[in-house]
Protein backbone atom coordinates (compact mmCIF):
# COMPACT_ATOMS: atom_id res chain seq x y z
CA UNK A 1 0.00 0.00 0.00
CA UNK A 2 0.89 3.28 -0.96
CA UNK A 3 2.45 5.13 2.28
CA UNK A 4 0.29 8.54 1.73
CA UNK A 5 -2.37 6.12 1.46
CA UNK A 6 -1.57 3.70 4.32
CA UNK A 7 -1.42 6.90 6.40
CA UNK A 8 -4.53 8.30 5.59
CA UNK A 9 -6.20 4.60 5.92
CA UNK A 10 -4.54 4.83 9.65
CA UNK A 11 -5.98 8.07 10.48
CA UNK A 12 -9.45 7.03 9.46
CA UNK A 13 -8.98 4.16 12.03
CA UNK A 14 -8.03 6.56 14.74
CA UNK A 15 -11.71 8.13 14.55
CA UNK A 16 -13.27 4.88 14.96
CA UNK A 17 -10.15 3.72 17.84
CA UNK A 18 -7.38 4.82 19.62
CA UNK A 19 -5.52 1.69 19.37
CA UNK A 20 -3.91 2.58 16.17
CA UNK A 21 -2.30 5.86 17.24
CA UNK A 22 0.81 4.15 17.88
CA UNK A 23 0.78 2.87 14.63
CA UNK A 24 0.35 6.27 12.54
CA UNK A 25 3.49 7.20 15.02
CA UNK A 26 5.24 4.65 13.43
CA UNK A 27 4.64 5.46 10.03
CA UNK A 28 5.49 9.23 10.40
CA UNK A 29 9.02 8.25 11.74
CA UNK A 30 9.58 5.63 9.01
CA UNK A 31 8.42 8.83 6.50
CA UNK A 32 11.08 11.01 8.36
CA UNK A 33 13.34 8.56 8.15
CA UNK A 34 13.48 8.09 4.16
CA UNK A 35 13.85 11.69 3.63
CA UNK A 36 16.63 11.53 5.85
CA UNK A 37 18.28 8.97 3.82
CA UNK A 38 17.36 10.64 0.29
CA UNK A 39 14.36 8.49 -0.33
CA UNK A 40 11.13 10.04 -1.76
CA UNK A 41 8.36 9.63 0.35
CA UNK A 42 5.86 10.07 -2.33
CA UNK A 43 7.03 6.52 -4.02
CA UNK A 44 7.75 4.44 -0.37
CA UNK A 45 5.37 1.56 -0.39
CA UNK A 46 4.84 -0.96 2.72
CA UNK A 47 6.02 -4.39 1.35
CA UNK A 48 6.54 -6.44 5.01
CA UNK A 49 4.29 -5.49 8.24
CA UNK A 50 4.75 -7.80 11.18
CA UNK A 51 3.57 -7.43 14.42
CA UNK A 52 4.86 -9.55 17.40
CA UNK A 53 3.67 -9.88 20.95
CA UNK A 54 6.17 -9.02 23.59
CA UNK A 55 6.70 -10.59 27.36
CA UNK A 56 3.53 -9.14 29.68
CA UNK A 57 4.39 -6.60 32.03
CA UNK A 58 3.45 -7.12 35.59
CA UNK A 59 2.50 -4.18 37.89
CA UNK A 60 0.48 -4.14 40.83
CA UNK A 61 -1.83 -1.24 41.65
CA UNK A 62 -2.57 -1.09 45.54
CA UNK A 63 -6.53 -0.17 46.48
CA UNK A 64 -8.12 0.31 49.67
CA UNK A 65 -7.90 -1.78 52.67
CA UNK A 66 -4.85 -3.33 52.13
CA UNK A 67 -6.14 -4.90 48.54
CA UNK A 68 -3.73 -5.43 45.73
CA UNK A 69 -4.47 -6.05 42.36
CA UNK A 70 -2.61 -7.15 39.44
CA UNK A 71 -2.19 -4.60 36.68
CA UNK A 72 -0.74 -5.73 33.43
CA UNK A 73 0.25 -4.50 29.77
CA UNK A 74 0.17 -6.75 26.86
CA UNK A 75 3.13 -4.93 24.39
CA UNK A 76 4.25 -5.58 21.10
CA UNK A 77 7.07 -5.45 18.45
CA UNK A 78 6.36 -4.18 15.34
CA UNK A 79 8.32 -4.32 12.59
CA UNK A 80 8.10 -2.13 8.66
CA UNK A 81 10.02 -2.66 5.93
CA UNK A 82 9.22 0.37 3.35
CA UNK A 83 10.07 -0.18 -0.38
CA UNK A 84 10.57 2.91 -3.18
CA UNK A 85 7.99 1.84 -5.32
CA UNK A 86 10.17 0.38 -8.73
CA UNK A 87 9.39 2.51 -11.92
CA UNK A 88 9.35 0.73 -15.14
CA UNK A 89 12.30 1.11 -17.74
CA UNK A 90 11.60 -0.13 -21.48
CA UNK A 91 13.18 -2.71 -22.17
CA UNK A 92 16.09 -1.48 -25.15
CA UNK A 93 15.92 -3.85 -28.22
CA UNK A 94 19.10 -5.31 -28.63
CA UNK A 95 20.64 -5.52 -32.36
CA UNK A 96 21.15 -9.88 -33.23
CA UNK A 97 24.58 -10.46 -33.61
CA UNK A 98 25.35 -12.74 -36.38
CA UNK A 99 27.62 -15.67 -36.03
CA UNK A 100 30.51 -16.63 -37.37
CA UNK A 101 31.17 -19.45 -39.41
CA UNK A 102 33.51 -22.20 -38.93
CA UNK A 103 34.77 -24.85 -41.02
CA UNK A 104 34.07 -28.22 -39.68
CA UNK A 105 37.65 -28.18 -39.38
CA UNK A 106 38.45 -25.74 -37.66
CA UNK A 107 35.37 -27.40 -35.04
CA UNK A 108 37.14 -30.48 -35.01
CA UNK A 109 40.43 -29.17 -33.44
CA UNK A 110 39.01 -26.53 -31.17
CA UNK A 111 37.44 -29.47 -29.68
CA UNK A 112 40.75 -31.75 -28.63
CA UNK A 113 41.77 -28.61 -27.31
Not at 73 to 96: A, D, F, Y
Amino acid sequence: MHIRKFTKYLKDVILQSNAYHVTVTMVELVESNAELKGLEADSLVTEYTQVNTAPKMWHQTYRAHSQINPYTSSPCHTEMILTEKEQIVPKPQEEVAQKKKISQQKQKLMAWE
